[in-house]
């Protein structure tokens, strides 16, 4: 979609906090995402770590990335509802991910259009049990009302879980970069589950 502005902290280094609290609030709606206070989006966005998009002066796309313990999980990704469907995810994702190819960067989703964007970057869906234990720790902090289980080992939404099903299934992906460091071949999920 034309008109739309892209920026991080270092082409905008004043953002307000007004702009924070507006996807905070509209975030918090979000069915898919985490709840994230306005702070710690203004946080992430002041150390790199996040990219705005801004259209007829309003903020309509937002996605960060939050350090785990080494890795970095990419996630608070927003497209203002009525904009959806327009490719503004994927070309925020051009323009931000190439600067953090050196991370090593998760991302868990249980939207399919998110689902969908991934597979335009080339990201690997992995069962998440093939993450390093601590990062894995760190990212499973869903409540036990969402994933069904006070134990996060036993998650009932986590993709390839004995438990998992429905519309809500948790996949676990890592960018391309991340998966050659993790020492990813072509049929890598399936190699391993034949295992
Ligand atoms: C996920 C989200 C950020 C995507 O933003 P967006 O700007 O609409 O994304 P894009 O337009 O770049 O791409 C959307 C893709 O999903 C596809 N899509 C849309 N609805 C779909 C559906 N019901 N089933 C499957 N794919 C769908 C689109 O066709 C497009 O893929 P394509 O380019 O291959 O055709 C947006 O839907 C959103 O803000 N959702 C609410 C918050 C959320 O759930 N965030 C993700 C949490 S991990």
């Known amino acids: ?15 307000g906090m007004e702009v924070f609290k507006r996807v905070a609030q509209a975030t918090c709606d979000e069915p ?11 946080t992430r966005y002041n150390n790199g770590l996040s990219m705005l998009g801004f259209w007829e002066g309003d903020v309509v796309f937002h996605t ?3 350090p785990l313990l080494t890795w970095f999980e990419l996630g608070g990704t927003w497209t203002r509802a009525d904009l959806r469907g327009k490719k503004i995810n994927q070309a925020a994702y051009k323009r931000f991910l190439p600067g953090h190819a050196h991370r090593n960067i998760l991302v868990t989703t ?5 689902l969908r964007v991934g597979t ?3 990201f690997v869906v992995i069962p998440r049990t093939w993450l390093p234990p601590a990062e894995l720790a760190a990212t499973c902090i869903c ?4 994933t069904g289980s006070m134990e996060p080992s036993s998650c009932t939404l986590a993709w390839r879980e004995p438990q998992q099903r429905g519309p809500m299934t948790c996949y676990v992906r890592v960018t391309p970069e991340t998966a050659q460091r993790m020492g990813w071949e072509a049929n890598w999920v399936d190699r391993h589950t034949a295992a």
Do not use: R, W
């Open 120 to 122: 335009h970057f080339s």
């Open 64 to 66: 960060c990335l939050t």
């Open 110 to 114: 249980t939207s399919i259009q998110a």
């Open 1 to 15: 979609m034309d008109g739309i502005q892209f920026y991080t902290v270092a082409t905008k280094p004043n953002v």
């Open 32 to 42: 898919h995402l985490l709840a994230t206070s306005a702070e710690d989006l203004l």
């Open 143 to 146: 409540s036990a009302q969402k």
